[in-house]
Nanobody, 118 residues
């Protein structure tokens, strides 16, 4: 089970840190990823972090930073210099394959809303 939280309303240029807490499985054995879905758009890949710490960014490696704390069974997404186009529901996901494809992830969090005002 995954639970994502930390979203909210922020002005453009602000920052948010999303968290995704895992339970019920051995977190350290899973590859983790963040996806997002903006209004009227398909869900898209943001970033993945592998079991060994490999990181693949798709959205923005300068403004976004992913990390994981296996001792706390939690993965984080630090988002800086937020833009209105970052407005979306952000989902965390866990899977046994290190991938950017949604179909490769088995477990999904419920999503947390991020709204960036201009």
């Amino acid at each position: 089970q995954l639970q994502a939280y930390g979203g909210g309303l922020v002005q453009a240029g602000g920052s948010l840190r999303l968290s995704c807490a895992a339970s019920g499985h051995t977190f350290s054995t899973y590859n983790m990823a963040w996806f997002r879905q903006a209004p009227g758009k398909e869900r898209e890949f943001v970033v993945s972090i592998g079991r060994s710490g490999d990181i693949t960014y798709y959205v923005d490696a300068v403004r976004f930073a992913v990390s994981r704390d296996n001792a706390k069974d939690t993965v984080y997404l630090q988002m800086n210099s937020l833009k209105p186009e970052d407005t979306a529901v952000y989902y965390c996901a866990a899977g046994t394959k290190y991938s950017s494809r949604q179909s490769d992830y088995t477990f999904w969090g419920q999503g947390t809303q991020v709204t960036v005002s201009s």
